[in-house]
């Protein structure tokens, strides 16, 4: 089963990058686990484009185009407050 996150803002000069909803580290250069990688935003460390739909099922992550329906087994993440 997926969940579709949004990417965020890349910090760190783009070592660090989570879901902007609900926080779901998509990579962490800085000393955490390392995640499978899209774009290269030329700065050399590739990232997600911000605003994206973001699936991630295990260690599997991929694009969701805008406005694509959810498959059966796919869910939106839930913010966290």
């Given amino acids: 089963m997926a969940t579709i996150h949004i990417a965020g803002e890349p910090r760190f000069g783009g070592l660090y990058q989570d879901c902007a909803r609900c ?3 998509f990579q962490d250069y ?3 686990e390392v995640m499978t990688l899209e774009e290269d935003a030329g700065l050399g460390i590739p990232y997600w484009t911000v605003g ?3 699936a991630v ?4 992550s ?3 185009p805008d ?3 959810l498959e059966d087994d796919e869910t939106e993440c839930r913010p966290t407050s």
Avoid at 57 to 60: E, I, L, R, S, V
Wanted: avoid cysteine.
């Fill in 52 to 54: 994206n739909r973001i």
């Fill in 30 to 32: 800085t000393g955490g």
């Fill in 67 to 69: 406005g694509e329906p």
């Fill in 62 to 64: 991929w694009n969701i």
């Fill in 57 to 60: 099922n295990g260690n599997a």
């Fill in 23 to 25: 926080g779901h580290v």
